[in-house]
């Protein structure tokens, strides 16, 4: 039966966890689905499929509002940063990242310098013996921090993701003193991971080891320009361990004790070999899918492998799409949330598209007389069947579909899947004999730099590339009620005239729900500001009501962590459809405001750049000028306090006053203190924007703007700190709402609470970055609405805190 029963009830169980966070969204695909379904299925299968909707979401409701809760304690219990001395036990396998081990460690005891860690707590650490296994008790003395999650409007919610790994608190283990060895299965598993790792790196060569450590460990550790390559020439999927390395693997396997078991004849004379192969190969597909990292495409298809192989255990005949269906029930039931797992979910998207499209795209190929033409057109339809699923969850991750791709999957997966994966396999257990593993490893390392050099020349070609939108989720339900028509009618009665009205009419609402957000992108006739989450840093959009946008610094990682420019700046001007920003203002020449920025000039076309000038007459580290240098690159103007104090610059009925430093950077301060200091002004509302500007430069603004500075909206300078926000400036202002650009990591303990109780005795709300996140306001001139990411109930994304109106 094509309209699998266990397949239906196991994609209802998974998708329910959707109305977690599109709870509109989610119902109305649902709903489109279920109508397509309703005269498909018989009442037993429809309020199997409702119950099924219902119980997901319950569960995976519960599982993130009992995480936040979790969260949100070992945040306030342990505050800032701080040292802790923590003896627990290891809880998940160890990888290599970075020439480090990193795991999770259940917490049993702790002693911090400051603050606290409750038992039970999951800590991700990075650092130890690269020995360490699972059940493994250690003392670490380590340094830790909250777990950062950036909430931003525009983007996806973190916490589904984050409630999967149900780690609160993260650090760097400084030492890892290892108190017992555990003896259990998966600490043996992880040591034999330890010892095939060590091998690899001893014998491979040192540009491709962290491809083999990919495919056979599952750990991603590639350099950045390889890892780039592979994500846009599409041959990510080479370098994991998915379904297809596992399935490889595993029946190669099953295969060859199959064809040893046969020879073995009183065996063979009184058993079926083959079911006694099934049976070990069940066993060895869940062995496989853990020693290779335990990634969820891995899992899937291990479980997939595992139903199908059992059904020839007991006699049966395997069924594709019931096998998969029980691979999404027993992800399911191991995990909530695994919907939100981008390994589960490519895995199964690909599987999926295999089985669908896979014989309607290989017919034309079978046509092809020559036999080379057949592969090669047989090739593309397997790559474009697995591909073509893929896409709207690539769109929502960021990554471009490429039509060098195709071509480079058709070349490098049969040597990546064909020489180079079963080499790798092979060197695994090749150790004992040491010059078979060096060879080996010669030939692995050479088949691994072809794949490489596909991937790298792949990737170069641009101009094959299509930059997807990023999609809502009204986007994907629309994708995912069209597959499911176009799914449905082809298998039905429907004549081909109704499938090409399908498609037609799917393609026209994609088409108007693009148009609508690329129109919500912008703020018509009205002043938005919205102070985005990235951490210990800054960053503030302003779109402007004709149509002009302007960013206010990109934040930024001074101690080497993810780039906030790459990570949230641009891909909220992706969400938001916009392709260029007017006007960058760099506040001032702190690697927390402009560290971000080098990834915004990369990726979009900038027209202006407003900059104090301090930096490059004084010196700000090689990133900064890189930030000039590449700015008159691509032509962009670049302004200083000397033009832009002299009158307020327009953008339609708005206008923004430039009000330090003025006429220009003061010799002998510091940064902060000559911080540009916006004013954004549009009918009766004010926002006042004071980056980093501490004392001295409040002073100067009192001074010379006594009666000009009182504002709605004031986005409290240098983070909330002691040495901002004086009492005299909050008079002079009078905000309404009082915005902190600040993270949860930071270790200044940023906003002190004398500031905070400083802004909150002048009436003022306040709203910080690190708690609400991303904080939208918009104003028509008059009435002021204020909102939120950090979602106040779990079925729920955003809230509207407040809306100011009148005097």
């Known amino acids: 039966m094509w309209l699998d029963p266990v397949l239906l009830v196991a994609l209802a169980l998974c998708a329910g966890s959707t109305f977690v966070v599109a709870p509109f969204a989610a119902s109305l695909s649902y709903l489109g689905i279920g109508w397509l379904l309703w005269r498909r299925v018989g009442w037993a299968l429809r309020l199997s499929l409702v119950f099924g909707l219902l119980l997901g979401a319950l569960r995976a409701g519960s599982s993130i509002a009992g995480f936040d809760v979790e969260r949100r304690a070992a945040r306030d219990a342990l505050g800032p940063p701080a040292r802790c001395a923590l003896t627990g036990t290891i809880a998940s396998s160890p990888s290599w990242v970075g020439g480090r081990a990193a795991y999770v460690l259940l917490v049993k005891r702790a002693d911090c310098d400051a603050g606290s860690v409750r038992a039970g707590t999951r800590v991700r650490l990075s650092g130890g013996p690269d020995d360490l296994a699972r059940g493994d008790r250690v003392l670490a003395i380590a340094q830790i921090a909250a777990l950062e999650l950036l909430f931003n409007l525009d983007l996806a919610d973190p916490l589904p993701g984050a409630a999967r790994r149900g780690v609160t608190l993260s650090g760097s283990a400084l030492s890892v003193d290892r108190e017992f060895e555990s003896r259990a299965v998966p600490a043996l598993i992880d040591r034999a991971r330890a010892r095939v790792r060590r091998r690899i790196v001893k014998t491979f060569a040192p540009e491709v080891e962290p491809m083999a450590r990919a495919l056979v460990l599952g750990e991603s550790d590639l350099d950045p320009d390889d890892d780039e390559a592979f994500r846009r020439s599409g041959l990510s999927h080479m370098l994991a361990v998915s379904g297809t390395h596992l399935v490889f693997a595993v029946l190669s396997l099953v295969r060859a004790l199959s064809a040893i078991l046969v020879r073995i004849e009183p065996l063979s004379a009184n058993f079926d070999c083959g079911r006694i192969a099934a049976l070990v190969g069940l066993f060895l597909s869940l062995f496989y899918a853990d020693f290779a990292g335990g990634s969820g495409s891995a899992w899937r298809a291990a479980y997939?492998?595992?139903?199908?192989?059992?059904?020839?255990?007991?006699?049966?005949?395997?069924?594709?799409?019931?096998?998969?269906?029980?691979?999404?029930?027993?992800?399911?039931?191991?995990?909530?949330?695994?919907?939100?797992?981008?390994?589960?979910?490519?895995?199964?998207?690909?599987?999926?598209?295999?089985?669908?499209?896979?014989?309607p795209l290989q017919k034309p190929a079978q046509?092809?007389?020559?036999?080379?033409?057949?592969?090669?057109?047989?090739?593309?339809?397997?790559?474009?069947?697995?591909?073509?699923?893929?896409?709207?969850?690539?769109?929502?991750?960021?990554?471009?579909?490429?039509?060098?791709?195709?071509?480079?999957?058709?070349?490098?997966?049969?040597?990546?899947?064909?020489?180079?994966?079963?080499l790798c396999l092979l060197h695994a257990i090749s150790q004992p004999f040491p010059a078979l593993e060096s060879g080996i490893a010669l030939v692995a390392s050479g088949a691994l730099l072809v794949v490489r050099a596909i991937a790298r020349e792949s990737a170069a070609q641009r101009w094959l590339s299509v930059s997807l939108p990023d999609p809502s989720a009204f986007h994907l339900g629309l994708v995912a009620v069209s597959f499911a028509g176009i799914l449905l009618?082809?298998?039905?009665?429907?004549?081909?005239?109704?499938?090409?009205?399908?498609?037609?009419s799917g393609a026209l609402s994609l088409a108007l729900l693009e148009l609508s957000a690329r129109a919500s992108g912008r703020a018509p006739q009205a002043l938005r500001m919205t102070a985005l989450a990235v951490g210990q840093g800054d960053s503030t959009l302003i779109d402007f009501p004709d149509g002009r946008l302007m960013l206010i610094d990109a934040g930024g990682s001074p101690d080497g962590g993810l780039d906030p420019g790459a990570r949230v700046v641009v891909p909220a001007l992706r969400a938001r459809r916009r392709s260029q920003i007017d006007v960058v203002v760099l506040s001032h020449p702190h690697p927390d405001h402009f560290g971000g920025l080098l990834a915004v000039l990369r990726s979009v076309p900038v027209a202006e750049l407003w900059d104090s000038g301090q930096g490059e007459a004084q010196g700000a580290?090689?990133?900064?000028?890189?930030?000039?240098?590449?700015?008159?690159?691509?032509g962009v103007r670049i302004r200083h306090p000397s033009d832009l104090c002299q009158a307020p610059q327009r953008f339609g009925e708005a206008s923004v006053r430039v009000l330090a430093p003025c006429p220009s950077f003061v010799p002998g301060r510091g940064a902060n203190d000559n911080s540009i200091v916006l004013k954004v002004e549009f009918g009766r509302r004010a926002l006042l924007l004071t980056g980093d500007a501490e004392h001295i430069a409040e002073h100067d603004l009192l001074r010379a703007y006594p009666q000009g500075l009182r504002a709605d909206v004031l986005k409290v300078g240098h983070h909330g700190s002691r040495t901002s926000s004086g009492a005299e400036l909050l008079a002079a202002v009078a905000p309404r709402i009082a915005t902190v650009s600040c993270g949860v990591r930071n270790r200044f303990g940023h906003p002190v609470p004398e500031v905070m109780a400083r802004i909150a005795a002048t009436g003022a709300s306040v709203l910080r970055t690190d708690r609400d996140g991303s904080l939208q306001l918009t104003t028509d001139g008059e009435s002021l609405d204020v909102v939120s990411a950090y979602p106040s109930l779990p079925l729920a994304t955003a809230y509207r805190l407040a809306r100011v109106s009148g005097g």
Not at 621 to 634: D, H, V
């Open 304 to 359: 997939m492998l595992s139903a199908g192989l059992l059904a020839r255990t007991i006699g049966g005949l395997p069924c594709a799409s019931r096998a998969l269906g029980v691979s999404f029930v027993v992800g399911w039931l191991r995990d909530p949330l695994v919907a939100f797992d981008v390994s589960f979910l490519l895995s199964a998207a690909a599987t999926s598209g295999l089985l669908v499209l896979g014989e």
């Open 367 to 422: 046509r092809i007389r020559s036999l080379a033409g057949r592969w090669l057109a047989s090739a593309i339809a397997t790559t474009l069947s697995a591909m073509i699923p893929c896409a709207p969850l690539l769109a929502l991750f960021g990554s471009d579909l490429t039509g060098a791709g195709v071509l480079a999957n058709v070349v490098a997966a049969p040597l990546g899947e064909a020489v180079a994966l079963p």
């Open 489 to 504: 009618l082809s298998r039905g009665s429907a004549k081909l005239g109704w499938v090409r009205v399908w498609c037609a």
């Open 621 to 634: 580290g090689p990133i900064y000028q890189e930030i000039l240098r590449l700015a008159r690159q691509r």
